[in-house]
């Protein structure tokens, strides 16, 4: 289990590259739902530091030709988990990152004011790697832990809260086998 400290919302697990992109949930609001994401940048490459870029608002984007599309882009997520399983965080999970922008679960508009975004490092093309689902389910365990509401949701991917826009996590993650992992790890972690 990945742990999160309930006074900041932070994992001592995790690298701390903290992002501008966030504000303060609405007051009674706190994290019911876990999203996830993917990204790669650019497209179909791992490794590099634009994705730290990006989310701290200090991507170049002369950097690469695909970049010129993400000019002005203010955004942010919690977590990512990299190929090799390295957990980033960007924002602390009491806090609102902005990575879900326009979208809607189970008829609650919003879903930045009550989830945890967490990018997997890949695309829709590319399968994820095994240290990925493990760390995703660790994180998930670590977050249910301090916000027991998650529990009660199932988790989603941008594609299911954001259909008209959005495709990731992608064809390639295989929902089955990580939801597979989710009720063994609750059960390990009950006192």
Known sequence: MIVFDPITGRSPDARWHPSPHFDARPDGFSPELLVVHSIS????????????????????????????????????????????????QYVSCHDRAWHAGASTFQGRENCNDFSVG??????????????????????YAGLADIYPMLALNPVVGHADIAPSRKTDPGPQFDWPGFRAMLPVLLADNKP
């Open 118 to 139: 967490v990018e997997l490092e890949g695309s829709d093309r590319i399968p994820y790697r095994a240290i990925q689902y493990r760390r995703l389910a660790d994180v």
């Open 41 to 88: 940048l650019p497209p179909d490459e791992f490794g590099g530091p634009y994705i730290d870029d990006l989310f701290a608002g200090t991507l170049d984007i002369s950097a690469h030709e695909s970049f010129q599309s993400l000019r002005g882009y203010r955004v942010s997520a919690h977590l990512l988990i990299r190929r090799d399983g390295e957990l980033v």
